[in-house]
């Protein structure tokens, strides 16, 4: 077993049809072993229905896959820069890519965290430190609500992956059959200026202060770009809004001069889950469930269990692409060591259930909590 601390994992954001000329890249980088998860990205439709009557909250959809890979913090921005020098993520509409620190990573031997490429960057691209990274899951059907509250505020272009949830659902008796296993994990990076408004909304629209509606938490992002192209609308001009503002953000050098100034007045009356973390459980294939459970057992609250494939190469130059499960549970820092044992003793980075845990700070959460 392999063991890690204070590294990065780098997600790239990525429309489909490009996703096999990015693997490509990484591979000539010298990264053959990479996650990829599938999904969607939203956009606002140009809201022109039948007889040209406006249609209001209309998204537009496009397949995107998410590209992560673990790297040694001081990797970062240099394969950063690279990946978005070559795919242009700087132009709205093309991409995302960001960093998320992570706090630890135990893991079989299988997987890698590289430290080195075969090339190096010439020139870098401006990377903002001003960002931070919003999750909201919720029941199958209503991530819709979510990415559009994402889009009317401005914040960026929001991505959801799919998943099955255990955990208060199956703790309600005959009430279970009320709340569906799938869910919807909309990921959005947005700035950190306006992040706690954005959760408000979050919570106020998605009524995720009811019982088994979902869960939002917010957790540190290193570094970045982001999608700003939140609308399929055609400009007439000779720069579209959002071309204006990656040019202000360059003329800045951030992206603070963007805060909104949203209201929310009830925030402050939530009551937060503090002293959180994110496990990130990779594991074989029909793994996720049994191994989720003992997590549960010790201290893990629920999890949402997501399909992804891992790739590594194989012998004579090929790429193997095997399907996994990716276990993402919210949890108490104070119950990680023991969930963190009790996995060891269910063999979880054996060679049969080649399991990879990275673990992610959590600013703050909020779900449902019974009353005592």
């Keep these: ?39 969607r990205s939203s956009i606002l439709g140009d809201g022109k229905g039948l007889f040209g009557i406006a249609q209001t909250g209309k998204l537009v959809y496009d397949p995107a896959e998410i590209i992560s890979i673990p790297v040694a ?3 970062e921005s240099k394969l950063m820069n690279m990946v978005a020098k070559e795919f242009e993520l700087s132009t709205p509409g093309r991409g995302a890519i960001f960093s998320t620190p992570l706090t630890g990573v ?33 029941q199958r059907g209503e991530g819709d609500i ?35 296993a799938d869910k919807e994990i909309i990921s959005l990076i947005m700035s950190k200026y306006d992040v706690d408004q954005v959760l408000e909304m979050y919570i106020s629209e998605a009524k995720l202060d009811e019982p088994g509606r979902g869960i939002a938490y917010i957790y540190p992002i290193g570094k970045g770009l982001i999608n700003t192209r939140i609308s399929s609308r055609k400009n007439s001009q000779a720069a579209s809004m959002e071309q204006i503002i990656s040019a202000i953000d360059s003329i800045k050098g951030g992206i603070e001069w963007r805060k909104a100034g949203l209201e929310s007045a009830s925030l402050s009356k939530r009551n937060f889950l503090t002293e959180m973390c994110e496990i990130g459980l990779v594991c074989a294939d029909g793994e996720g469930q049994r191994l989720s459970l003992v997590a549960m057992e010790n201290g893990a609250g629920g999890a949402t269990i997501s399909k992804i494939s891992y790739q590594r190469p194989m012998a004579e130059g090929k790429q193997e692409s095997s399907a996994c499960e990716y276990s993402r549970m919210i949890v108490s820092k104070s119950s990680l060591a023991q969930i963190t044992e009790a996995l060891e003793k269910e063999a979880a980075f054996s060679s049969e259930i080649r399991a990879m845990m990275m673990v992610k700070e959590v600013e703050k959460a909020f779900t449902y909590l019974a009353r005592k």
């Design 106 to 138: 135990r893991a079989h031997d299988d997987y890698m965290v590289y430290d080195k490429l075969k090339e190096m960057p010439d020139e870098g691209l401006q990377l903002f430190d001003e960002l931070i990274g919003l999750d909201c899951i919720v």
């Design 1 to 39: 077993m392999k063991t890690f601390t204070d590294i990065s994992k780098i997600s790239i954001v990525i429309n489909k049809a490009f996703s096999g000329k990015l693997i490509d890249f990484l591979h000539d980088l010298g990264i053959e072993r990479i996650f990829v998860e599938s999904g």
């Design 146 to 180: 979510v990415a559009r509250i994402a889009l009317n505020a401005g914040a960026s272009v929001p991505y959801t992956s799919y998943g099955t949830g255990t955990g208060l659902r199956d703790k309600l008796g005959l009430l279970r059959i009320t709340i569906p």
């Design 73 to 75: 913090k001081e990797l």
